[in-house]
């Protein structure tokens, strides 16, 4: 019962997470915690008492996706807490694959969830506690976590030495927090920052899906022994200048046959290149490339997170 003039207590909830800011460097400097980026679910834990559920970055329940995840926390100290966190499949290697994630009841993946932050513990929300503070408190409930429940690792190394390490390791990439920040729910504010440890390739434009003044897609693949074989529709990473100089480069060759053999796509699911989208694209000649970034590429060789990063000159 709450007395007169007390406050009421706060009570675990889904609270929307704190979100990354995407950098081309990580800074270089005194008070920033490093940890390793995770590819997986961003999860929001949330038990009170004996009942538990796990929230997505949306508010999405993921609690029967991942039963042992929650039992778990029904067992770990702390009556009334919010967690938030990373739910992760680990390859052989014990590096986090969204692939496997993805297909889990397949692959028979390790499943495990790492937590990095604590938001609520027994009454009380700790957002306006610096996450030095937090990270203590987290420290100290982690004593009681089992698997597949395990805290998130602080990585104690000069930064250069710990960038090395990540990208040797084959880990998607690296996050930087203040270790003074709040936690600004819902919020990018740049206390916490985020670098991918991008691969790059070249792969070959055999054509384009138009839009309004350039194109919309650039349509790349790459060669196999019997022939050109399509990838990715290739939307993010362009400027509109970019875009202009694409289409320049491109527009001259122009041809009327598609130039994929693996075209067009059978597949159900999501927005398949099939017969019907196929009638809207504009082919070339396969003879111009482009550097692209992307972070992994799945079992099937699709390129997953892919960016335009700049126009090649001819194809081999």
Same mark, same amino acid.
């Given at each position: 019962?709450?007395?007169?003039?007390?406050?009421?207590?706060?009570?675990?909830?889904?609270?929307?997470?704190?979100?990354?800011?995407? *950098?081309?460097?990580?800074?270089?400097?005194?008070?920033?915690?490093?940890?390793?980026?995770?590819?997986?679910?961003?999860?929001?834990?949330?038990?009170?008492?004996?009942?538990?559920?796990?929230?997505?970055?949306?508010?999405?329940?993921?609690?029967?996706?991942?039963?042992?995840?929650?039992?778990?926390?029904?067992?770990?100290?702390?009556?009334?807490?919010?967690?938030?966190?990373?739910?992760?499949?680990?390859?052989?290697?014990?590096?986090?694959?969204?692939?496997?994630?993805?297909?889990?009841?397949?692959?028979?993946?390790?499943?495990?969830?790492?937590?990095?932050?604590?938001?609520? $513990?027994?009454?009380?929300?700790?957002?306006?506690?610096?996450?030095?503070?937090?990270?203590?408190?987290?420290?100290? @409930?982690?004593?009681?976590?089992?698997?597949?429940?395990? @805290?998130?690792?602080?990585?104690?190394?000069?930064?250069?030495?710990?960038?090395?390490?990540?990208? +040797?390791?084959?880990? $998607?990439?690296? *996050?930087?927090?203040?270790? #003074?920040? #709040?936690?600004?729910?819902?919020?990018?504010?740049?206390?916490?920052?985020?670098?991918?440890?991008?691969?790059?390739?070249?792969?070959?434009?055999?054509?384009?899906?138009?839009?309004?003044?350039?194109?919309?897609?650039?349509?790349?693949?790459?060669?196999?022994?019997?022939?050109?074989?399509?990838?990715?529709?290739?939307?993010?990473?362009?400027?509109?200048?970019?875009?202009?100089?694409?289409?320049?480069?491109?527009?001259?060759?122009?041809? #009327?046959?598609?130039?994929?053999?693996?075209?067009?796509?059978?597949?159900?699911?999501?927005?398949?290149?099939?017969?019907?989208?196929?009638?809207?694209?504009?082919?070339?000649?396969?003879?111009?490339?482009?550097?692209?970034?992307? *972070?992994? +590429?799945?079992?099937?060789?699709?390129?997953?997170?892919?960016?335009?990063?700049?126009?090649?000159?001819?194809?081999?």
């Amino acid at each position: 019962m709450v007395q007169r003039g007390e406050a009421p207590k706060a009570h675990p909830r889904f609270i929307e997470p704190m979100e990354c800011l995407a *950098v081309p460097s990580l800074p270089d400097a005194g008070g920033w915690i490093y940890e390793v980026k995770l590819d997986g679910y961003r999860v929001i834990a949330v038990k009170d008492g004996k009942d538990v559920a796990l929230y997505s970055r949306y508010g999405n329940s993921l609690t029967t996706d991942f039963r042992s995840i929650a039992f778990s926390l029904q067992h770990a100290a702390g009556r009334r807490l919010v967690l938030d966190g990373e739910i992760v499949a680990l390859d052989h290697k014990g590096r986090p694959n969204f692939q496997q994630l993805q297909n889990r009841k397949r692959t028979k993946a390790e499943v495990v969830f790492y937590v990095f932050d604590v938001l609520h $513990e027994n009454g009380r929300d700790l957002l306006d506690l610096p996450l030095g503070e937090r990270r203590k408190r987290l420290a100290s @409930l982690a004593d009681s976590f089992h698997e597949p429940i395990r @805290l998130a690792p602080i990585l104690e190394a000069p930064l250069d030495e710990i960038i090395e390490s990540v990208r +040797r390791s084959g880990f $998607e990439g690296l *996050v930087a927090k203040r270790s #003074t920040s #709040t936690y600004e729910s819902g919020k990018r504010s740049g206390a916490w920052q985020k670098r991918r440890f991008n691969q790059q390739q070249a792969f070959v434009i055999g054509g384009y899906m138009p839009g309004r003044n350039s194109f919309d897609a650039l349509l790349i693949g790459e060669w196999h022994k019997d022939g050109l074989y399509f990838l990715k529709k290739l939307r993010t990473g362009f400027v509109p200048a970019t875009r202009q100089k694409v289409l320049q480069a491109i527009a001259p060759i122009r041809i #009327t046959k598609c130039p994929f053999i693996n075209l067009p796509e059978q597949r159900r699911k999501g927005h398949p290149l099939d017969a019907a989208a196929m009638k809207d694209c504009v082919w070339v000649e396969p003879r111009m490339e482009c550097e692209v970034d992307f *972070v992994e +590429r799945t079992a099937g060789g699709k390129l997953r997170h892919a960016h335009f990063r700049e126009l090649k000159s001819q194809a081999a």
